[in-house]
């Protein structure tokens, strides 16, 4: 009875190791930004891939200096938020993760989904 109980034992030890080995999964679940000064959304909706400029809703967001803007996939497929130029990229961002940035220079900040191109949006900070 003793090493039926040690068999089961290190056959869930050896279980629960090998599903914590560097697989590259990350946890569905996202904590919600923390933010100290103003705050904006935009989702990225179902068929999202297929919506151009209105694939980020609103696709132009309007904002002041110190604003954090939060991305949440609300799409079934991955996507990103990446700038056009060197300001910020998501890296991917699952269905329903989020991603959120702080923008602390005054500018106009277009960017794109770098998984489907055509996904365009526009970040206006004054």
């Avoid at 869930?12 to 904006?40: L, R």
């Avoid at 935009?42 to 991305?71: C, H, Q, S």
């Avoid at 005054?106 to 191109?117: K, N, S």
Wanted: aromatic fraction near 8%; proline fraction near 7%; glycine fraction near 12%.
């Amino acid at each position: 009875m003793i090493s039926i109980r040690l068999a089961l034992i290190a056959a869930i030890s050896i279980g629960a190791i090998a599903c914590g080995s560097g697989s590259g999964y990350s946890s569905p679940s996202t904590p919600a930004p923390v933010t100290d000064g103003p705050s904006s959304a935009v989702t990225i909706p179902k068929g999202a891939e297929v919506l151009g400029n209105r694939a980020f809703t609103p696709d132009d967001v309007d904002i002041a200096v110190g604003t954090t803007v939060t991305w949440t996939n609300t799409d079934s497929v991955a996507h990103t938020s990446t700038s056009n130029a060197s300001g910020w990229n998501s890296g991917t961002i699952a269905p329903g993760r989020q991603f959120s940035f702080t923008y602390q220079t005054a500018g106009t900040f277009p960017y794109h989904c770098a998984i489907h191109p055509g996904m365009v949006g526009t970040v206006v900070v004054h």
